[in-house]
């Protein structure tokens, strides 16, 4: 009796050791069945594959405990009767399929890949040669030595690639205005009255479309026959917007 309950006490002490270890006694797909009902395989043995091939068990399984039919579609069992090897090729076709479309997922994945990192390179250098003129120019104006114009540059730059990125357009909008037009240099109101007929209203407010109000020549004096007066109009610009480049925005 003793002795059973030592051999007891070595087994669980072990037991306990090697799961503490992360390794358990495990045999590959033993009792294990498909999601259609079909006792699993084990082809790692016959794919070459030693121990759990750094997979843990769950893992192994996974990959490697597959259905009869399935092992007849990979080409490492033989087909027990005719219905299962026409099985075994319908699946043999779908498996091909799938394995294209890794293929080709793969080859897409590493064309992005490789785009990415030749635009990232292309940045690079593009920044090391930004740099490097941002240095020649502080060592220029700012008479600094190599190492504090580089210094300089690299800060710089650094707080450029932080920045917002400047529009490429900027909108100029300005509001509705009011203003007057003399008119009082022509000195009498019939002079006036012709200048005022002679304007031309597409010039008015910059060609924005501008309206220009009724001559207004109050209080008139007679002077020999003739009526004088200060003749103003009313001016009225509408608001406008426009999109311009940046550049000239600045500029405005």
């Not at 027990?80 to 080859?107: G, S, V």
């Not at 064309?111 to 090391?128: C, D, G, M, P, S």
């Not at 203003?179 to 000195?187: A, D, P």
């Not at 019939?190 to 009724?214: E, T």
Request: with cysteine; glycine share 8%; aromatic share 8%.
């Amino acid at each position: 009796m003793k002795l059973l309950k030592y051999i007891f006490l070595i087994i669980t002490f072990g037991f306990n050791t090697a799961y503490g270890n992360g390794v358990i006694i495990w045999s590959p797909c033993w009792g294990g069945y498909d999601k259609n009902g079909q006792l699993a395989i084990d082809i790692g043995a016959k794919i070459g594959v030693r121990g759990t091939g750094g997979l843990t068990p769950y893992e192994y399984n996974e990959k490697y405990c597959v259905s009869h039919t399935q092992c007849v579609a990979m080409g490492y069992c033989s087909a027990q009767d005719a219905k299962e090897q026409q099985q075994a090729n319908e699946l043999k076709k779908k498996l091909d399929a799938e394995k294209r479309q890794r293929e080709r997922e793969a080859q897409t994945a590493k064309q992005k890949a490789e785009t990415a990192e030749k635009v990232r390179l292309e940045k690079e250098r593009v920044e090391k040669a930004k740099i490097a003129a941002e240095a020649k120019k502080a060592e220029s104006k700012y008479k600094l030595n190599n190492r504090d114009a580089l210094e300089f540059a690299q800060s710089k730059v650094a707080v450029e690639k932080v920045l917002p990125p400047k529009p490429q357009k900027c909108i100029i909008e300005t509001k509705q205005s009011i203003g007057k037009m003399n008119f009082s240099l022509y000195r009498t109101i019939q002079a006036s009255k012709d200048a005022y007929s002679k304007v031309n209203k597409g010039d008015l407010c910059n060609g924005n479309g501008g309206s220009l109000g009724s001559l207004d020549c109050p209080n008139p004096v007679n002077l020999f026959g003739m009526q004088i007066a200060n003749c103003t109009a009313t001016v009225t610009c509408p608001p406008t917007k426009k999109e311009v480049p940046c550049s000239s925005a600045t500029r405005q």
